[in-house]
């Protein structure tokens, strides 16, 4: 299934095609020559100096009526041609280039031209928050007889808008931002029986047709069984698309992760950016990229619709994976979080409801609070500031550390195409080093180690979290505590203020590493949202090892 020029574009053509005799526009009288495509005007107000001005049919349609149009580096102006001889008025319309996806220039009936451009503008309701709305304007040039010169002064406006929209680099970080290429081949690797099972219809829908307005093609591969996707890129030839698109839950991109690490040039193959499109139960990599764009809370498909048009757009940075070893001798990377206790017991037992979508958390919520377990465990962590040569905080509402202050030293590098070490990790069968925290209580209700904002779609876990922060973010919640408590914490982590409940059982303190150790190998443990056997484990962060599409 490959990328293709949506219906909307071919019916647009096909209707520009049909017109009849041309209309020819008078430029706006000027001292100069007119501006067509390319002569500069003097600046305008609100969107900085105008580079391309010109008098065009406001629709494809011959018979249009005149429009003036003057485009910035920030926006396309619209104003009716009657009133746009002058002054400090505003525009009758102001397309903003950062929500525009593509252009395109083609020609018309009767020697005409036609180029249009299509936005994604945040629209809403006067309550409830806005979610990004297709708005497509075509306008015709005809200026005469001439059917390669109008079609030439369409493709100049044309191209200029596609190169305004790029999104710019931000300078701050240097290499750490870059952007997709024009025309763009993206493999997607989809799962059809995540969440509800509507990812594929969904992506059909929604996904495929605004990929082809952004001029990326795909290449669509659905996954049959478990592992599939690890497989096909642990041994695919990459070089032939220019990111990888998965369209499921969090598991799938998990797979894909661990796939690329397998394989022997990983280092390479993890320079390929990665995208998150929603198509699962929990989403919580699509919910926490659209938090770091700054978009309102959404999910479904406005969630999509938003994660699309990230990946139209083409921006990505680096992200921090999370580095897992199990006393078994299994290691992983993971990109969201590890959970031991109720929330793993949330997700793994709601398994069996994965038909009511996002639904069926709040079902298990209500099920694990009914039998409430209590887990027995040893619990240590490298803090932040103690890596960082500080003293070591205190971890929020939990107990005074002790700590020696001793400051670890870095091992070695690695060889040439082995995985990055484990630097912090002494093996599992040592102790923990005397510089790191041990928790003194040893009964939990949850271990949840998070790297990201949303632990799902609807729970804003870590709030302080970012893509490339360098930390493990570390809530672990002592026994003791009520199920009213829990239920009210959980209300609350929809909105990211359970830590403002101050509860004296929920402790939070961001690491770099830590180690967790049942006593027994009782209940379930999940590495992002996929279950684990209950085992001894610790984790390290290994900053900006990948790179995925973040749109700020």
């Known amino acids: 299934m490959n990328g293709a020029a949506p219906p909307a574009i071919a019916g647009r053509q096909q209707r520009a095609a049909a017109g009849g005799a041309p209309r020819c526009l008078p430029l706006r009288s000027a ?8 002569r500069r005007a003097p600046p305008e107000p609100g969107g900085g100096p105008v580079l391309l001005q010109g008098i065009f049919g406001a629709g494809p349609a011959p018979g249009a009526a005149a429009c003036s149009l003057s485009l910035t580096a920030r926006e396309l102006q619209v104003r009716r041609a009657g009133g746009c001889s002058g002054g400090s008025a505003g525009p009758d319309a102001a397309l903003r280039l950062a929500d525009c996806v593509g252009s395109a220039a083609f020609p018309a009936a009767a020697a005409a031209a036609c180029f249009s451009l299509v936005c994604y503008p945040l629209r809403g309701p006067r309550w409830g928050p806005p979610s990004r ?3 497509e304007r075509t306008f015709r040039v005809s200026r005469g007889p001439d059917a390669e010169g109008n079609l030439r002064i369409a493709q100049a406006w044309s191209r200029r808008i596609r190169e305004l929209a790029v999104p710019a680099v931000p300078a701050q970080d240097g290499d750490s931002y870059g952007v997709l290429p024009r025309p ?14 509507r990812a594929l219809d969904d992506f059909q829908a929604v996904v495929q047709p605004m990929l082809a307005e952004a001029d990326i093609a795909t290449t669509v591969f659905v996954t049959e069984r478990a592992h599939h996707a690890h497989e096909k890129v642990r041994d695919e030839d990459l070089s032939q698309w220019d990111t ?18 397998e394989r022997p040039d990983w280092r390479e193959a993890m320079k390929k950016p990665l995208c998150i499109l929603p198509g699962g139960s929990g989403n919580a990599l699509a919910a926490s990229i659209n938090y770091y764009a700054g978009y309102d809370h959404v999910a479904k498909k406005k969630l999509l619709t938003n994660c699309t ?3 139209c757009k083409g921006l990505y940075t680096q992200m921090d994976l999370v580095s897992l070893s199990t006393a078994s001798g299994k290691r992983f990377f993971s990109f969201l979080g590890f959970g031991w206790g109720f929330i793993s017991d949330v997700d793994i037992d709601s398994e069996k409801y994965r038909w009511l979508g996002s639904a069926r958390f709040t079902l298990g919520t ?5 039998k409430l377990r ?12 103690a890596e960082q040569g500080g003293s070591a905080p205190a971890p929020r509402d939990g107990p005074a550390p002790v700590t020696n202050g001793h400051i670890p030293q870095p091992a070695g590098t690695a060889a040439p195409g082995s995985l990055p070490p484990d630097s ?17 209580e040893e009964e939990f209700v949850l271990v949840y180690a998070i790297y990201q904002s949303h632990l799902g779609t609807n729970l804003l876990m870590a709030p302080a979290a970012r893509l490339h922060d360098g930390c493990i973010h570390l809530f672990y919640m002592k026994a003791g505590i009520s199920r009213v408590t829990l239920l009210k914490l959980f209300l609350a982590m929809s909105r990211g203020t359970h830590l403002d409940l101050n509860c004296p059982h929920l402790s939070y303190v961001p690491v770099r590493a830590f180690r967790l150790e049942p006593r027994v190998p009782a209940g379930v443990m999940t590495v992002d949202g996929e279950a684990l056997a209950c085992e001894p484990v610790q984790g390290q962060v290994h900053p900006r090892l990948c790179r995925v599409l973040s749109g700020s």
């Open 309 to 311: 048009f990230i990946l």
């Open 244 to 261: 990888l698109v998965v369209m499921s839950g969090d598991g799938l991109l998990f797979e894909v992760v661990n796939g690329l690490m």
């Open 424 to 440: 912090l990790l002494p093996p599992l069968g040592q102790p923990v080093p005397a510089h790191w925290i041990v928790v003194p």
């Open 184 to 197: 763009c081949h993206a493999l997607v690797l989809l799962n059809p029986q995540s969440g509800s099972g």
């Open 133 to 135: 709305q297709r708005l």
């Open 374 to 385: 209590v887990y027995q465990g040893r619990l240590s962590y490298l803090p932040v500031a």
């Open 366 to 370: 209500l099920q694990c609070l009914a």
């Open 31 to 38: 001292p100069a020559p007119p501006m067509a495509a390319g």
